[in-house]
């Protein structure tokens, strides 16, 4: 490990970007030296911040010269961050999606590729430490071969969430671009790479013109099939979320809304309930099963990530998601829409196409 601080850039101060400033602030390995925002009123995050503010994004990293950056621009404008970074060899982590077309998330994956500038998409669940036993319990043959996986992400947005205009229409609204692309990289992560999915979405509680609610059918490269419920306009507790605990922005329900299921035993998410029966024991519905609980010391997984881009910055660590497996997890959610558009189902193809 380094002794010096990585010197970071935050581009993009939205929600995400000014987040970002404070964890970098906060992290002991990061120093921010600089922020950038087309828009001059987001001066006061740099003031408060007590670094310089940029507009120009060439200006910023001319003028800091940084070790890293984290790309937290609306996803339309993540190609001409990259390649601001990539042509002067600064390595980024990139908020998801990593692009919003395939062609963009092509581009900047091959970027990667010609000129050695890394680059991590902030799939940030993937560091928390529930998802990574999780992924450990499925993997490693513990609840046997997976057969299934179902998962719910319900819930209800607040009216003030969509005044925030680009969240109501294409091509970056609606929750299967915003919240859904986290859901299909973490089954993508724990259950193997998306074969082909089938999706239905509809729109009329909200009325907007991107989904309010889908209905998605799974099949895995394993064998394997799942299921996703979708609602951002139920009154219903059943997200990432709400049930992992992980943003103190959302009331916490001590319920499950994944489900990893076997032909050893299944896996209930994220109270990390293991459902087997006993060992030596017969086996069927007309006998019982028993339930253990893992535990798991729980750990904030955006400051997990921070420290992660640290080493990818150091090169100690490869990304733990590059811009290929970014795109691959892109190339799943926007298959959903066109799934949806089309009532048609759709193998998502990224990189092997």
Known sequence: MSINPARLVVIGLGLMGSRHVELVQAHPRCELVGVCDADPNM???ADEAGGPFF???EELLDRTQPDGAIIATPSAHHVEAFEACALRKIHALIEKPVADTMDAARHIAELTDTTGTRA??????RHNPLVKEAHA?????EIGRLVAASMMWTLMKPDEYFRVGWRTKRPDGGPVLINLVHELDILRHVCGEIEQ???????????FQVEDSVSISLSFQNGAVGTIISSDTTAAPWSYEATSGENSLYSHALENSYYFLGTEGSLAFPKMELWKYPDENPRGWQYPMEKTVREVVRADSLTNQLDHFCDVIEGTQPPLVDAWDGGRSMAAALAVLESSATNMPVRPMFGED
């Open 137 to 141: 319990v499925v993997n490693s043959g």
């Open 197 to 207: 999915v089938f999706a239905q979405s509809r729109s009329a509680a909200r009325g």
């Open 43 to 45: 001066k006061s995050v």
């Open 120 to 125: 991590l998409v902030g799939h940030h669940r």
């Open 55 to 57: 507009q120009n994004i």
